[in-house]
């Protein structure tokens, strides 16, 4: 091995140990997370702590699934509410960024930034009003109530994503559709979109994501247990009845945050556009 | 329909096929706006309505109207001061300390190493995390006689005894936007990334030909070429941590003694504790006039990067 290359690689190795030790704090806490749920409620609280699960247990986890908590119940609801509000933001966010990708008409542009400042509302202030409405129309204490709180958010993102998909799609595939005699919405259903299905996919997933992470809506809008999701759900156990079963708070969020990962691996291509709705070209 | 459609191919009167585009465009928006309507734009309406209203759930007279009176009280609200200035504090210094780390984290990973890429994708969990597992995470960490911060800071000397992070005002105010900062390095490492990756490879290596430090080149070419992503990533991050509420909620509820009150945390509490709607709804009307001053500085910053 020559001097130069030498330096190179000791050169590497060096950054190496630099970005790794970079990433420590973010990584941590991960590991922190996942270990912890293996550990036996009594490790969880050792000090020094167990830096490594010994003996690890499933304990927890079981634990989840035999219903010490309403778990099984929460992940139901949430299932319900969730992809339910996917499909709505769905299917109306379809239609709608193709109007407003496509289609000429009065008053586009301030629709367009209406839509994108409702993103900015906040969503306390809307809450307290849904809260008064849902009480006069019966909707508290529903799936159908959480829902459409839910598409709060859903419905003006998938909007905004399903603009930049369809802006996405050259006018010509249309136009030749067209000249094959389509209406305009068949060639939408036909041709247009097949073609931006990767994008239906995002914005459902993505809707689905925040129905999973929301607290604020259902922890106000759904009181009762049989209605509860997820994070309100756990909330009320892991502060309230199990307060300190840290190690079982910890399977209980490795079990939540599980499914968001494997969404997210999904999403992976869409993940920057979709975050800044456009802001990064190319 | 399907000629109108085709206005310049077809060589019609520009007006008709405006027109008969407007119906369709209706048709297509017509479910869109009726949803946002019911759940957006009528609420609204609705709270702007509430502020004006003497409103306690817990009053037997009921509603009686106020004008501004809520908003006359606001004023000399002290505990409305505080939370502004929370929302302040806890909004710029995440947003301050995620950029920073975010920048140093996505130049490191911009290098090109054996399995950056699952070092890459590694960094990005902390963002994935649901906001109620954040919370749960970081209270166990910061736990007073468990926690593995505490036991950390005595290891290595920063502390003599534990802290009791979550019970102390100030702690409190650190260890949630510490919870805070971790969430959300990860977004400003994606952002800054995809934005590295776009500086073409020759104009760096033209710079370093020329004799530029690699310290003259971070700041004569790639800080200029992710101003935009930073302004960008910077507005989003500020205005979704003025909305924040989950990991706030979950971690001290806004204490101790209101501090780590923000704005969002007031109002939930005015509303939902006490049943004060017509306060709640004043102090949220204000908040959301601030966020659309806010607002109006990203769209336009937003409608320069998209040539809307």
């Known amino acids: 091995m020559t001097r130069s290359r030498r330096r190179r690689v000791l050169g590497r190795i060096v950054l190496y140990a630099v970005v790794l030790l970079a990433m420590l704090p973010l990584l941590f806490p991960v590991y922190w997370l996942v270990s912890s749920s293996f550990k036996s409620n009594l490790s969880a609280y050792a000090t020094p702590p167990e830096w490594w699960p010994s003996p690890s247990t499933l304990e927890n986890y079981a634990n989840l699934a035999t219903g010490y908590t309403d778990f099984a119940m929460y992940v139901r609801n949430t299932l319900i509410t969730c992809v339910a509000t996917a499909l709505l933001a769905m299917a109306i ?31 306390v202030l809307i809450l307290i009003s849904l809260y008064g409405m849902f009480r006069q129309l019966h909707l508290m204490n529903t799936h159908l109530g959480l829902i459409f709180s839910f598409t709060t958010f859903a419905v003006p993102f998938s909007v905004w994503m399903m603009k930049g998909f369809f802006d996405g799609i050259p006018h010509e595939i249309e136009e030749a559709a067209l000249i094959d005699g389509c209406t305009r919405l068949g060639a939408l259903r036909r041709v247009v979109l097949p073609l931006v299905s990767p994008g239906l996919l995002a914005v459902s997933l993505f809707s689905f994501l925040d129905g999973w992470n929301n607290l604020l ?18 909330l009320l156990s892991f502060l309230g009845q ?3 079963d840290w190690a079982g708070m910890m399977a209980a969020s490795v079990v939540v945050t599980v499914p968001v990962i494997i969404i997210f691996v999904l999403l992976q291509r869409f ?12 | 329909m399907a000629q109108s459609g085709l206005p310049v191919l077809k060589g019609e009167p520009k007006r008709r096929a405006l027109w008969d585009e407007t119906g369709l465009a209706v048709m297509c928006l017509t479910p869109c706006i009726l949803v946002l309507g019911f759940v957006i734009v009528y609420p609204l309406a609705r709270g702007i309505y509430l502020s004006l209203l003497h409103y306690k759930l817990t009053d037997p007279t009921g509603p009686t109207l106020a004008y501004l009176g809520n908003y006359a009280a606001i004023l000399t609200d002290s505990i409305f001061w505080e939370a502004l200035q929370n929302t302040a504090i806890f909004s710029a210094a995440s947003v301050a300390l995620g950029f920073l780390a975010g920048l140093l984290l996505a130049v490191l990973l911009d290098r090109d190493l054996p399995g950056i890429r699952v070092l890459r994708g590694l960094s990005l969990v902390p963002w994935i995390v649901p906001y109620i597992v954040v919370a749960f995470l970081f209270l166990y960490m910061f736990n007073f006689d468990v926690g593995v911060i505490n036991f950390l800071l005595r290891v290595l000397g920063l502390a003599t005894e534990n802290i009791a992070w979550l019970s102390s005002p100030r702690s409190a105010m650190i260890a949630v936007i510490t919870a805070n900062v971790w969430n959300q390095t990860p977004f400003y490492i994606l952002m800054f990334l995809a934005g590295l990756q776009t500086i ?11 004799g530029a430090s690699p310290l003259q080149v971070f700041w004569h070419i790639t800080v200029p070429h992710l101003q935009n992503i930073m302004v960008i990533a910077t507005i989003l991050m500020l205005i979704r941590n ?27 509490r005015l509303a939902f504790s006490e049943f004060n709607f017509g306060y709640a709804a004043a102090v949220g009307v204000l908040w959301l006039v601030l966020l659309m001053v806010i ?13 809307l």
Not at chain 1, 217 to 234: H, Q
Not at chain 2, 200 to 210: C, G, Q, R, T, Y
Request: no cysteine.
């Open chain 1, 93 to 123: 966010a379809s239609l709608a960024g193709y109007a407003v990708s496509r289609l000429r008409f009065p008053g586009k542009r301030p629709l367009l930034l209406s839509i994108l400042a409702t993103q900015m509302f906040p969503h």
């Open chain 2, 295 to 307: 607002t109006a500085w990203y769209v336009r910053q937003f409608e320069r990067e998209m040539a």
């Open chain 1, 271 to 282: 993940l920057v556009r979709g975050l800044t709705a456009g802001a990064i070209k190319g």
């Open chain 1, 217 to 234: 809506y259902p922890l106000t809008l759904a009181t009762s247990v049989e209605v509860r999701t997820i994070p309100p759900g756990l």
């Open chain 2, 242 to 268: 003025f909305n924040n509420f989950p990991l706030i909620w979950v971690m001290t509820q806004g204490g101790p003694i209101n501090s780590t009150t923000t704005l969002v945390i007031y109002i939930f």
């Open chain 1, 242 to 244: 199990f307060k300190h």
């Open chain 2, 200 to 210: 073409p490879v020759e104009l760096k290596e033209a710079a370093s030909i020329d």
